[in-house]
DNA sequence: CGCGGATTTGGTCAACCGTCCAAGACGCTG
DNA sequence: CAGCGTCTTGGACGGTTGACCAAATCCGCG
């Protein structure tokens, strides 16, 4: 092999797993199937990493800012509330059905995450996370169109992620996308129902 | 051991089986734990069953018959359409609250479903199952309370199921049953909404 | 009683796992 | 060129796993 430093060895590492764990799942994911991926030697591994945990954690974090920075991306945009809602949901849809592996793999990293001692934090702090980029995407839309909703928008914000995630879930197993879709429709057009005009 | 027929001590292992997955989750269930969950020695095991992956079958099977049947009863009641809805998510809720390991063994045992080779149709069997008793308990609903939904009923089962499904994985996280309430009532309301006076 | 199928049991197997280590190879610096 | 920290590598360790087996034991029936 030829030389490389070992950060940047870490950082093949985590993208192989990644790609190991897409493919066959988080349990599969061992150390020599993480390696082999690499195409590195096993001992690679414990001079990059303290620990099989230690990758799985640097795993999880990346994939929760990468998913983060790309929601953001995905609901940027203009136009009325109506249209910018409709846009949103799809477009990260778009992704679901883009690159399902990686969303299947976020719901495995998370119940492998809340059944480890000192992980559940991880897992906390990713939902937290979803729940403020849901909240944050809410308030500016409603500036952007000048209302404000009917709900306290952490309740909204938290409702949007759980059904978001109910969608993905259940099409995850049954790939049924056009009823998916209209679930989707029926969701934005109740967030739409939840819009009044602004008071004071 | 005492002497007892194949099939009984069957019932037991997959009793066993469960308690394990509840308390350490479906990985840690090996044939070892389980075994020595239900006091049997080890090679009881592969007497009774061909393999792990047979008991797993069986676990989950069960399992979903059981949340099914469990469902039904806890939607049963009388009232109008708002105060049966309430109590109908209010009722569901309660069961999350009182038994979340079991919860969380669900979503485990249907990700390990989606990666295993063959199982994939009996995760796929369990949410069309659980789809199905939304749509019955839309339609008896709507029935008693002579209205009709403004949504295809299967478009709002798979939508019911994917809020509730969604809100339960958020709480299993963060344990934070305040929101998750709110958005409970949320979601009543909106169904409330959907509701129109029957035509013709 | 004696036979035969069902059940019980402990040990064993190969495979795989995470982790560790010693020995060497590299390449920069003084 | 000698020294030294960084990196590379193959092998090895103890532990766990799913699966399997042969021998021992039980029990009902003829």
Redesign the interface.
Same mark, same amino acid.
Request: charged share 25%; glycine share 4%.
């Given at each position: 092999m030829s030389r490389m430093a070992a950060k940047d060895r870490r950082e093949e590492l985590i993208a192989a797993a990644l790609r190991v764990m897409i493919r066959?799942?988080v349990?599969?994911a061992t150390t020599r199937a993480i390696v082999n991926e690499a195409k590195m030697p096993l001992g690679v591994f414990h001079y990059c990493f303290n620990s099989r945990e230690e990758l799985l954690q640097e795993v999880l974090t990346r994939f929760t800012d990468a998913t983060v920075t790309a929601a953001r991306k995905t609901f940027e945009g203009e136009g009325d509330l109506g249209s910018r809602i409709t846009r949103s949901l799809g477009a990260f849809w778009g992704t679901v059905e883009l690159s399902p592996g990686e969303h299947?793999v976020s @719901?495995?990293l998370?119940?492998y995450a %809340? $059944?480890q001692a000192g992980f559940e934090d991880l897992? $906390?702090r990713? @939902?937290?996370h979803y729940r403020e980029v849901h909240q944050e995407l809410l308030e500016e839309a409603a500036e952007a169109a000048g209302i404000e909703w009917a709900?306290?928008v952490?309740? %909204?914000a $938290? @409702?949007l992620?759980?059904? %978001?995630?109910?969608?993905t879930?259940?099409w %995850?197993?049954?790939r049924?996308s056009e009823?998916?879709r209209?679930?989707l429709r029926?969701?934005g057009d109740?967030l739409l129902?939840l819009a009044r005009p602004r008071a004071a």
């Open positions: 066959e799942g349990v599969k299947q @719901y495995e998370t119940h %809340l $059944r897992a $906390r990713q @939902y937290q709900v306290p952490p309740v %909204l $938290r @409702y992620n759980a059904v %978001l995630d109910g969608i879930l259940s %995850l197993v049954d049924d009823h998916s209209e679930v029926l969701t109740h129902t």
